[in-house]
């Protein structure tokens, strides 16, 4: 099987991402690629922002403390939205996508031409990307790291 890893970070750019995984998606339905071509997320967590059990950023405080935030004026909670919308970059993390391309043997001409089509299209252009071959020493890895997301 000739199997390539291409791992593109998008940083903290969660938009093009998900531009990317619309244009891979696109491309399965399209040539009717199946399993030839997967996409997985591997989202860094960031350390900085504490997160309770179903991702959402952890409460602090006691129920006393939320009844007295809905009693608040408009202007405080204008000044709070506020607050949320400065945290938000600094919460969100790091983002890369990895795209396996797995062709039988006797598709490498195939495989070739879709390894130079992704790096070539515009989302994954302004992504730092690279790509782990059979060959290469990461690729054992990367393939486990690939088959543990979901």
């Known amino acids: 099987m000739s199997q390539s890893i291409l791992v593109f970070d998008f940083g903290t750019n969660e938009d093009a991402a998900q531009q990317a995984r619309r244009k891979v998606e696109t491309w399965t339905q399209s040539f009717r690629l199946g399993k030839k ?10 350390p900085a922002t504490p997160h309770g059990a179903d991702g959402e950023p952890a409460k602090h405080g006691s129920g006393e403390a939320e009844s007295s935030k809905k009693k608040s004026t408009s202007a405080s909670a ?8 400065t945290e938000k970059p600094e919460a969100n993390p790091g983002v890369r996508l990895l795209v396996r391309l797995d062709f039988s043997d006797h598709e490498k001409l195939s495989h070739h031409r879709w390894l130079d089509r992704i790096r070539a299209e515009e989302p994954f252009k302004s992504a730092k990307g690279e790509t782990i ?4 020493a990461a690729f054992a890895k990367t393939a486990e790291l690939f088959d543990s997301l979901d």
């Open 78 to 85: 204008k000044a709070h939205s506020k607050a949320e919308t």
């Open 37 to 46: 071509i997967l996409l997985r997320f591997d989202r860094e967590e960031s």
């Open 133 to 136: 071959r059979p060959g290469d």
